[in-house]
């Protein structure tokens, strides 16, 4: 492996990019060179409605020049990385996917239609509204809080994203794929780690105990051991 190995990120639905400090610093002890791509108006501002064919375009701009890149997508940012690799089966060297996006669940509609319902509750209970972080916490616990702190062409470009969803052929996928998962993961539950690696011929799915949706974040010694252990020469 030579030490200047670019592993480029795709991270996932979030506005700043703190969870990856330690991770990224792992990874390049290891010899790595870790490239985070920001996403346009989430890391990047954009006040543009993004849908998967615009984010894929983006990202074939990001990875201009490479030769048979690797890349590293968490949770929204694998949904893309899969649509990538799907549309350009010959274009990527490896991809790896943590806690990816990318499986159509009911569970995103249960929770806009809880959404709905606590908004409802909210309008007869004007006392909760004011009682401090209330609200917060039960858009956590509804799995809401992304949509509700999006500005509004970001609910659309999310609701863009869950319809791409449909799109994505697994079985179509080429490229190798390695999967890492956290075992507790309640957004994008293990159940949908373990259909890609059923669908995706070779994939390999780790699993990382104790780790939620995140475990980059939380356990980033162990899923930089992984990716040094299947990142090729």
């Known amino acids: 492996m030579e030490p200047t190995q670019k592993l480029f990120i ?27 791509l ?16 615009s984010y894929m375009a983006w990202l074939d701009q990001q990875l201009e020049g490479e030769e ?10 694998g949904r893309i990385a899969l649509a990538y690799a799907q549309k350009y089966p010959e274009r990527l060297a490896q991809l790896i996917l943590i806690d990816s996006a990318g499986i159509p669940n009911d569970h995103y509609l249960t929770a806009k239609l809880k959404l709905k319902t606590l908004r409802g509750v909210s309008k007869l209970g004007q006392p909760v509204k004011r009682v401090p972080g209330v609200r917060r916490v039960f858009y956590k616990i509804i799995g809401a809080r992304d949509y509700e702190q999006a500005p509004p062409n970001m609910k659309k470009t999310m609701a863009n994203m869950l319809a791409a969803d449909k799109t994505i052929h697994l079985r179509s996928i080429k490229t190798p794929v390695t999967l890492v998962w956290g075992r507790n993961d309640s957004t994008t539950p293990l159940r949908d780690g373990r259909l890609m690696r059923r669908k995706i011929r070779g994939a390999k799915l780790f699993v990382v105990e104790g780790a939620r949706h995140a475990p980059m974040a939380t356990h980033p010694q162990k899923v930089a051991q992984i990716i040094a252990k299947v990142v090729q020469p």
């Not at 290891?30 to 490239?35: I, L, T």
């Not at 996403?39 to 409605?49: E, I, T, W």
């Not at 048979?68 to 940012?77: D, L, Y």
């Open 38 to 53: 920001k996403v346009p108006g989430l890391a990047s501002r954009s006040k543009k409605v993004w849908d998967i064919d």
């Open 10 to 36: 795709i991270h996932g639905w979030t506005y700043n990019l703190e969870k990856w400090t330690v991770i990224t610093d792992l990874l390049t002890k290891e010899g790595f060179r870790p490239v985070q």
């Open 68 to 77: 048979h890149p690797i890349v590293i997508g968490h949770s929204n940012g």
